[in-house]
């Protein structure tokens, strides 16, 4: 069965810098479109960066230029290398890959003080 796992959140203060990894199992990983989303309290889940298996990547535009997705298919992880941490990034981060539904792992929690 498809299992994302994630770590890697925690408290930092604006301006500071986080890596959140999630490690895959249970599909073929190399392949796999993998993503990140995150949600605040009272908003709805937004996709913040996404990775093909070719590397290819797409941000939201609100991370462009501070975050960036990339991927280790001999560890099976994908990673969201996050600097110039603002307070409006905290949140929980998702892990996602979309085979046939959505999966989910079980969330991290960012959160960035002013």
């Known amino acids: 069965q498809v299992q994302l796992v994630e770590s890697g959140g925690g408290l930092v203060q604006a301006g500071g810098s986080l890596r959140l990894s999630c490690v895959a199992s249970?599909?073929?990983?190399?392949?796999?479109?993998m993503n990140w989303y995150r949600q605040s309290p009272g908003k709805e889940r937004e996709l913040v960066a996404s990775?093909?298996?070719?590397?290819?990547?797409t941000y939201a535009d609100s991370v462009k230029g501070r975050f960036t997705i990339s991927r280790d298919n001999t560890k099976n992880t994908v990673y969201l290398q996050m600097n110039s941490l603002k307070p409006e990034d905290t949140a929980v981060y998702y892990c996602?890959?979309?085979?046939?539904?959505?999966?989910w792992g079980q969330g991290t929690q960012v959160t960035v003080s002013s």
């Open positions: 996602n890959v979309r085979k046939t539904r959505h999966y």
């Open positions: 990775i093909t298996g070719a590397s290819d990547t």
């Open positions: 249970g599909f073929i990983f190399s392949i796999s479109t």
